[in-house]
């Protein structure tokens, strides 16, 4: 006979440690009637999402409508999975903006040079996606489900 699956909601620390061990998340964003979602690479510091982008039709709609929301999933099978949901209002520190923007920029390239080293160099292997992001956690939810015990 099969367990049940137990769903239950996951905890700030649990939402985090999976935001910490994921590399890959959708961001869904809106305009008009029509809402768009995208993977990305990012990493997960300080209670900020950091991530990078091209310029481009999302970031011309993210400029006027820039509350979004940020999805990432490590799903092991059916009944065996988690799931953390991030909103907040997404920012383009820029670089050569106020010394708060150059130093949030900073910020955003170091983080995600931990994820890809060369990004925003000369040995950037994506280099088209040239524009750091960060969307800092204003609300964060988590789910799971589990079968058995495991977790």
Known sequence: MTSQP????LDRAECEALL?????GRLAFT??????????HYVYRDGCVYGRTQYGTKVDVLAHHPWVAFEV????????WRSVVVHGRIEFPDPAGTPTEVAAYARAVAAFRTLVPGAFSDDD?????GLAFVIPVQEMTGRAAT???TG
């Open 125 to 129: 292997p994506t280099p088209a996606r």
């Open 73 to 80: 999933d490590a799903i092991a099978a059916l009944f065996a």
């Open 31 to 40: 305009f008009r009637d029509r809402v768009d979602i995208e993977p990305i």
């Open 147 to 149: 079968v058995g015990g």
């Open 6 to 9: 137990d769903f239950h909601t």
């Open 20 to 24: 910490l061990t994921q590399q890959v």
